[in-house]
């Protein structure tokens, strides 16, 4: 008997082949069974007889007692999809306990029992039978309307089965509609962050980037203002005047009109334009042509930036912001720029100094000092003799390694006086802030016998240019900021003298680094990052003939880096070096076809006054260290560019090239002067490529695809130097 319990409890997951398992048992000698049964029937005991309902059978309760509860899960599982728990009610003939198919005298006799058991509830239930059978929940599902129809047929006796399985089907819906309203809460859970962070996702890729986009197109506008008036560079600055963290425009506009009361017809003024759309924020006439335009300079008491407009004989201050006179003060023969210099009042203002030169009197050249509150005059101009002749070098500030500050400047030639020594003649009184009392012994010990110049450079050779060793400065030279000004006061020199020769000097012992010999350079070198030593290089231009080679000079040893020619004529405009994310530097310069890209010129047919060579359209080209080989042509244009600077813009990653161009007309009158902004990334999407070799031949390396190049410079972005 022990074996026929293990095995029911192996075959019970199969309820008909474990019923037909008892019976063959019984068949086979189970006497104990057949005399239970028996003794029930004589007696008619109440309880269950093999499948009768309502019969109490206590002989097989007290039976089923003693067996284990393994035996009552095996006979408990539902047989052939009716599940004697959902369709029998708690008077089923169910088995109750792995010894309840014992009550059943004969194989025969329980089989009939069970088939009519079976038909009988078919017949009064067919639906919900059908219903259980094909909805089954498991064991949980069966175990919950057991109890229903258990407690349901406790209250009502006979109705039990119909009662139980009423109060079952009822517990089914509900309990269905709660599993789907639970399912839809947590759908609900999952798919609304799911919604959320798509369309963040998609916020994040198509809208900021059409944002972007949209900006780089209002940066890139054209405006004509004036007229062109020759090839003399206007008067242009940058500044961020209106808070939207782009630099604003600056320019200097001569316009011709029919009023004989105005000198020379013309009027003057000064305009400020927005950066991103080109607008006219503000028009200032002024009483002659301004020369220079400064940007920068701050006052504690007003937060607007202050703006310095220099002509010839006057030093206007106006408010950046509106255009309206803060103060000013009229010299005579204003030479030079607005010179930022340490405060030397104690009212924490920096103060200026500008240089005058009158042009009947060559030699005679003065320094004055200017208040930066008030634009009163410090003293009175302070006039130095000079010996050489020559353009206008400087002036310039220079702050030694012990804080000492020096003046540079000269005519062909370059001197240093000290801060000091100028403030002590312009004022007759002593220094009153610390910046003036200091002295630099090693600076002082240059000073030659009876002077007080310290000989920077002197030679047979013409100074052309003197500027800072320093990224950007040719592109913002004209800055008043006081931090801008902290790096181009403490650098070396870059020093251009014969027309040809170039060298930078050392600023702690004013010695030469290295010279390099070139063609005539006519235009100021552009400091930039071309190899990865950390040291600036120098992009130098010079123009002969009508061939213009362009050359990069090693900062570290004068040696030459790179270098091309081109076909165009004299064009005096400095480069543009512009620091990029790679760490180095794009360089952007004007300039025609390459010369071995035009078959049908050389070196031989370009002799001077050969108007065939002459080219009508100018090419704005792009080079960066990474491709040497390659140019970026970025736009082309007849017009002829005078002037030129860059702003960043640093939300974007991107700069602006501006430029002031001279636009021909074609019935012979002056010509109009066009503004025109381009943002260099969105110039770069466009720009075409220009190949300066083939390469790729007598296993040389292999030139880059045009894919991969359009992939490198459309991820290059620009920051300030």
Same mark, same amino acid.
């Given at each position: 008997?022990?074996? +026929?319990?293990?095995?029911?409890?192996?075959?019970?997951?199969?309820?008909?082949?474990?019923?037909? &398992?008892?019976?063959?048992?019984?068949?086979?000698?189970?006497?104990?069974?057949?005399?239970?049964?028996? !003794?029930?029937?004589?007696?008619?005991?109440?309880?269950?007889?093999?499948?009768?309902?309502?019969?109490?059978?206590?002989?097989?309760?007290? @039976?089923?007692?003693?067996?284990?509860?393994? +035996?009552? /899960?095996?006979?408990?599982?539902?047989?052939?999809?009716?599940?004697?728990?959902?369709?029998?009610?708690?008077?089923?003939?169910?088995?109750?306990?792995?010894?309840?198919?014992?009550?059943?005298?004969?194989?025969?006799?329980?089989?009939?029992?069970?088939?009519?058991?079976?038909?009988?509830?078919?017949?009064?239930?067919?639906?919900?039978? &059908?219903?259980?059978?094909?909805?089954?929940?498991?064991?949980?599902?069966?175990?919950?309307?057991?109890?229903?129809?258990?407690?349901?047929?406790?209250?009502?006796?006979?109705?039990?089965?119909?009662?139980?399985?009423?109060?079952?089907?009822?517990?089914? *819906?509900?309990?269905?509609?709660?599993?789907?309203?639970?399912?839809?809460?947590?759908?609900?859970?999952?798919?609304?962050?799911?919604?959320?962070?798509?369309?963040?996702?998609?916020?994040?890729?198509?809208?900021?980037?059409?944002?972007?986009?949209?900006?780089?197109?209002?940066?890139?506008?054209?405006?004509?203002?004036? @007229?062109?008036?020759?090839?003399?560079?206007?008067?242009?600055?940058?500044?961020?005047? *209106?808070?939207?963290?782009?630099?604003?425009?600056?320019?200097?506009?001569?316009?011709?009109?029919?009023?004989?009361?105005?000198?020379?017809?013309?009027?003057?003024?000064?305009?400020?334009?927005?950066?991103?759309?080109?607008?006219?924020?503000?028009?200032?006439?002024?009483?002659?042509?301004?020369?220079?335009?400064?940007?920068?300079?701050?006052?504690?008491?007003?937060?607007?930036?202050?703006?310095?407009?220099?002509?010839?004989?006057?030093?206007?201050?106006?408010?950046?912001?509106?255009?309206?006179?803060?103060?000013?003060?009229?010299?005579? +023969?204003?030479?030079?720029?607005?010179?930022?210099?340490?405060? /030397?009042?104690? *009212?924490?203002? #920096?103060?200026?100094?500008?240089?005058?030169?009158?042009?009947?009197?060559?030699? *005679?050249?003065?320094?004055?000092?200017?208040?930066?509150?008030?634009?009163?005059?410090?003293?009175? #101009?302070?006039?130095?003799?000079?010996?050489?002749?020559?353009? /206008?070098?400087?002036?310039?500030?220079?702050?030694?390694?012990?804080?000492?500050?020096?003046?540079?400047?000269?005519?062909?030639?370059?001197?240093?006086?000290?801060?000091?020594?100028?403030?002590?003649?312009?004022?007759?009184?002593?220094?009153?802030?610390?910046?003036?009392? &200091?002295?630099? #012994?090693?600076?002082?010990? !240059?000073?030659?016998?009876?002077?007080?110049?310290?000989?920077?450079?002197?030679?047979?050779?013409?100074?052309?240019?003197? /500027?800072?060793?320093?990224?950007?400065?040719?592109?913002?030279?004209?800055?008043?900021?006081?931090? $801008?000004?902290?790096?181009?006061?403490?650098?070396?020199?870059?020093?251009?003298?014969?027309?040809?020769?170039?060298?930078?000097?050392?600023?702690?012992?004013?010695?030469?680094?290295?010279?390099?010999?070139?063609?005539?350079?006519?235009?100021?070198?552009?400091?930039?990052?071309?190899?990865? +030593?950390?040291?600036?290089?120098?992009?130098?231009?010079?123009?002969?003939?009508?061939?213009?080679?362009?050359?990069?000079?090693?900062?570290?040893?004068?040696?030459?880096?790179?270098?091309?020619?081109?076909?165009?004529?004299?064009?005096?405009?400095?480069?543009?070096?512009?620091?990029?994310?790679?760490?180095?530097?794009? %360089?952007?310069?004007?300039?025609?076809?390459?010369?071995?890209?035009?078959?049908?010129?050389?070196?031989?047919?370009?002799?001077?006054?050969?108007?065939?060579?002459? #080219?009508?359209?100018?090419?704005? %080209?792009?080079?960066?260290?990474?491709?040497?080989?390659? !140019? !970026?042509?970025?736009?082309?244009?007849?017009?002829?560019?005078?002037?030129?600077?860059?702003?960043?813009?640093?939300?974007?990653?991107?700069?602006?090239?501006?430029?002031? $161009?001279?636009?021909?007309?074609?019935?012979?009158?002056?010509?109009? &002067?066009?503004?025109? $902004?381009?943002?260099?990334?969105?110039?770069?999407?466009?720009?075409?490529?220009?190949?300066?070799?083939?390469?790729?031949?007598?296993?040389?390396?292999?030139?880059? $695809?045009?894919?991969?190049?359009?992939?490198? %410079?459309?991820?290059?972005? %620009?920051?300030?130097?």
């Amino acid at each position: 008997m022990q074996l +026929d319990r293990r095995r029911s409890n192996q075959l019970g997951r199969c309820p008909r082949a474990l019923h037909h &398992r008892f019976i063959t048992s019984l068949s086979l000698g189970s006497v104990r069974g057949e005399m239970a049964a028996a !003794l029930s029937r004589a007696l008619k005991l109440p309880g269950k007889k093999g499948s009768e309902l309502g019969e109490y059978d206590p002989l097989t309760q007290a @039976d089923s007692e003693d067996e284990s509860e393994e +035996d009552d /899960l095996v006979l408990n599982y539902p047989r052939n999809g009716l599940g004697r728990d959902s369709c029998l009610g708690t008077g089923s003939s169910k088995l109750r306990g792995g010894r309840s198919g014992r009550l059943v005298g004969a194989e025969d006799e329980a089989q009939e029992d069970e088939e009519e058991e079976e038909d009988e509830w078919r017949e009064r239930l067919p639906n919900k039978c &059908r219903q259980d059978r094909d909805d089954m929940k498991g064991m949980q599902y069966w175990s919950h309307r057991d109890t229903g129809r258990d407690r349901g047929g406790e209250d009502r006796g006979g109705s039990g089965p119909l009662g139980g399985a009423g109060l079952g089907g009822h517990s089914a *819906d509900a309990e269905e509609k709660r599993i789907r309203m639970r399912n839809a809460v947590r759908s609900a859970f999952f798919l609304v962050p799911l919604v959320c962070a798509a369309l963040l996702v998609l916020l994040c890729a198509f809208l900021i980037p059409c944002q972007k986009g949209d900006l780089e197109k209002r940066l890139q506008w054209e405006r004509a203002l004036g @007229d062109a008036g020759g090839v003399t560079p206007p008067a242009l600055a940058l500044w961020d005047v *209106d808070g939207d963290s782009v630099e604003d425009v600056f320019l200097g506009v001569t316009e011709l009109t029919n009023d004989t009361h105005l000198p020379e017809n013309k009027i003057f003024s000064v305009v400020a334009l927005n950066a991103v759309s080109g607008q006219e924020l503000w028009r200032k006439t002024t009483r002659d042509s301004v020369t220079y335009i400064q940007c920068g300079l701050q006052y504690n008491t007003q937060p607007s930036p202050v703006v310095l407009l220099i002509g010839k004989s006057t030093v206007t201050a106006v408010n950046g912001t509106t255009g309206k006179n803060l103060w000013l003060v009229q010299l005579k +023969d204003i030479e030079s720029q607005a010179v930022l210099l340490p405060d /030397l009042q104690g *009212d924490s203002v #920096p103060d200026l100094l500008i240089a005058t030169l009158p042009a009947d009197e060559a030699l *005679d050249l003065s320094v004055t000092l200017i208040s930066g509150q008030t634009g009163a005059q410090l003293g009175h #101009p302070v006039p130095f003799s000079l010996t050489g002749q020559g353009k /206008l070098i400087g002036p310039l500030l220079h702050e030694t390694q012990q804080g000492a500050y020096y003046i540079l400047f000269g005519l062909g030639n370059v001197e240093a006086i000290s801060l000091r020594d100028i403030y002590i003649r312009a004022t007759g009184k002593m220094p009153l802030t610390q910046a003036l009392k &200091r002295k630099d #012994p090693g600076w002082e010990g !240059l000073k030659t016998t009876n002077s007080s110049f310290i000989h920077i450079y002197r030679g047979s050779e013409h100074v052309g240019f003197l /500027l800072p060793l320093v990224a950007g400065f040719g592109n913002n030279h004209n800055s008043l900021d006081t931090v $801008s000004n902290l790096n181009f006061t403490k650098s070396d020199w870059v020093l251009v003298y014969g027309s040809s020769k170039l060298s930078v000097l050392r600023q702690k012992d004013i010695r030469k680094e290295w010279t390099h010999n070139s063609a005539p350079i006519h235009s100021q070198p552009a400091p930039g990052h071309f190899n990865d +030593d950390g040291i600036l290089d120098l992009f130098i231009q010079h123009s002969a003939n009508g061939i213009m080679k362009a050359e990069i000079v090693n900062g570290s040893n004068g040696h030459t880096l790179w270098s091309e020619e081109f076909v165009c004529p004299h064009l005096v405009l400095e480069p543009s070096a512009i620091s990029t994310s790679t760490g180095q530097s794009a %360089f952007l310069f004007w300039a025609s076809d390459p010369i071995r890209m035009v078959k049908n010129v050389t070196k031989a047919t370009v002799a001077p006054g050969v108007a065939a060579v002459e #080219p009508l359209i100018r090419k704005l %080209f792009l080079l960066h260290p990474a491709h040497p080989k390659i !140019l !970026l042509e970025l736009t082309s244009t007849t017009d002829t560019a005078v002037t030129s600077a860059v702003s960043y813009q640093e939300r974007q990653k991107d700069a602006t090239y501006i430029t002031v $161009s001279s636009r021909p007309t074609p019935d012979s009158q002056p010509g109009a &002067r066009i503004v025109k $902004s381009m943002s260099l990334r969105a110039a770069i999407a466009k720009g075409q490529i220009v190949r300066l070799e083939e390469g790729n031949k007598n296993g040389g390396p292999v030139k880059p $695809s045009v894919f991969d190049l359009n992939k490198f %410079f459309r991820r290059l972005s %620009f920051k300030h130097q």
